[in-house]
């Protein structure tokens, strides 16, 4: 069982920056896939971004390539997204999540192939 406890959400200007962080309760497979999704008021859930466990080798979501950047530390067991350059359309719950590999052994953002999943940290810009 894999306990995810995320931090770091708040409210910002446009422009503004934010860094997320995600604490895993045990070190996470090299095989499984960890990334950020978030979910707005009366939209589905989608995902932002990815880093496979294995290579550190990351996926963005076209809206925020650029912008965001995924990264772990691996002896803390944590995993961070840095957001810069935030937009009004960035406002979210923001979740942190894990799970095994998918089809063919990628990484993808499909909600229902992660297993654990943490609270969510809220995320508002303001224009």
């Known amino acids: 069982q894999v306990q995810l406890v995320e931090s770091g959400g708040d409210s910002v200007q446009a422009g503004g920056s934010l860094r997320l962080s995600c604490a895993a309760s045990v070190h996470t497979s090299s095989r499984y896939c960890m990334g950020w999704f978030r979910q707005a008021p009366g939209k589905e859930r989608e995902g932002v971004a990815l880093?496979?466990?294995?290579?550190?080798?990351?996926i963005y979501a076209d809206s925020v390539k650029g912008r965001f950047t995924v990264s772990q530390d691996s002896a803390k067991n944590t995993l961070y997204l840095q957001m810069n350059s935030l937009k009004p359309e960035d406002t979210a719950m923001y979740y942190c999540?894990?799970?095994?590999?998918?089809?063919?052994?990628?990484?993808?953002?499909?909600?229902?192939?992660?297993?654990?999943w943490g609270q969510g940290t809220q995320v508002t810009v303001s224009s």
């Open positions: 880093i496979y466990t294995s290579r550190s080798n990351s």
């Open positions: 999540a894990s799970g095994p590999r998918g089809p063919s052994g990628g990484c993808y953002f499909r909600p229902s192939y992660y297993n654990y």
